[in-house]
């Protein structure tokens, strides 16, 4: 992955929602590489294609897809990152589509703060090759 950084605090008494936001960032970044990798799409196309893998709807999928392949312990970060309670609900899912993405997003936060890239990788891989949203146009 890209960057490492010594965390100060210890990743087991960070909030989810922090993990989550991390999180956020790294998933973000997969698919926008992936994306310029695979296509020829031009940028508002690229950023339009992005949302069909990044939203919480989206998400929500990716992960039906990924969690049997998970070990017990990130199981209980996602299950700690569904639980965690945030003040907004997202305009165009449900809460438990919402609630899901918290808990990936959470996930994946906690696996790159650990710099277990390689399992991100693999989570990555998997979820590219089950999900398939409206197949993007090479325009």
Request: with cysteine; aromatic share 8%.
């Amino acid at each position: 992955m890209l960057f490492t950084q010594k965390s100060e605090v210890d990743i087991h008494e960070m909030s989810p929602l922090a993990l989550a936001f991390v999180g956020d960032a790294v998933l973000e970044l997969l698919v926008r590489a992936r994306l310029v990798g695979t296509t020829r799409l031009q940028p508002n196309r690229l950023h339009t294609v992005a949302t069909h893998y990044v939203s919480a709807h989206a998400q929500n999928l990716e992960l039906a897809i990924i969690e049997p392949m998970l070990t017990d312990a990130e199981a209980a970060v996602l299950r700690r990152g569904k639980n965690a309670s945030k003040a907004t609900v997202a305009k165009h899912a449900t809460v438990q589509e919402y609630r899901a993405s918290t808990g990936f997003e959470c996930l994946l936060g906690w696996l790159y703060l650990q710099g277990h890239n390689d399992r991100i990788q693999e989570l990555f891989d998997a979820l590219w090759d089950g999900y398939k949203p409206e197949q993007p146009k090479n325009n």
